[in-house]
Nanobody, 119 residues
Framework: QVQFVESGGGLVQPGGSLRLSCQAS????????MGWYRQAPGKERELVAR???????NYADSVKGRFTISRDNTKNMVYLQMNSLKPEDTAVYYC?????????????WGQGTQVTISS
């Protein structure tokens, strides 16, 4: 029942920045931990950033120090600030609600937003 719509992707040169946005639906939104995922062609989808209902954050080693996840529960929004972008960051980015201690998620997968890092 929980659905998300991602936006904000685009084409950026290495070293550039992007800010992704995720619009969440549902009245129980604020009770979910939230995460940003990405999937590159030929690779499995991976969790790159997570934020708890209380605001605690976790990041994959590949993005730590460069990406920042945040949320605005009043507006039902989740954000991913991406700095110092690298070609390896090229992927389709998705948001969803990860289940603690599991690879599964609570919501359905949306369309995602394409991020391309190229010179």
């Amino acid at each position: 029942q929980v659905q998300f719509v991602e936006s904000g992707g685009g084409l950026v040169q290495p070293g550039g920045s992007l800010r992704l946005s995720c619009q969440a639906s549902g009245s129980t939104w604020r009770f979910y931990n939230m995460g940003w995922y990405r999937q590159a062609p030929g690779k499995e989808r991976e969790l790159v950033a997570r934020i708890s209902t209380g605001g605690s954050t976790n990041y994959a080693d590949s993005v730590k120090g460069r990406f920042t996840i945040s949320r605005d529960n009043t507006k039902n929004m989740v954000y991913l600030q991406m700095n110092s972008l690298k070609p390896e960051d090229t992927a389709v980015y998705y948001c969803n609600a990860p289940q603690t201690g599991s690879s599964r998620v609570f919501g359905s997968w949306g369309q995602g937003t394409q991020v391309t890092i190229s010179s």
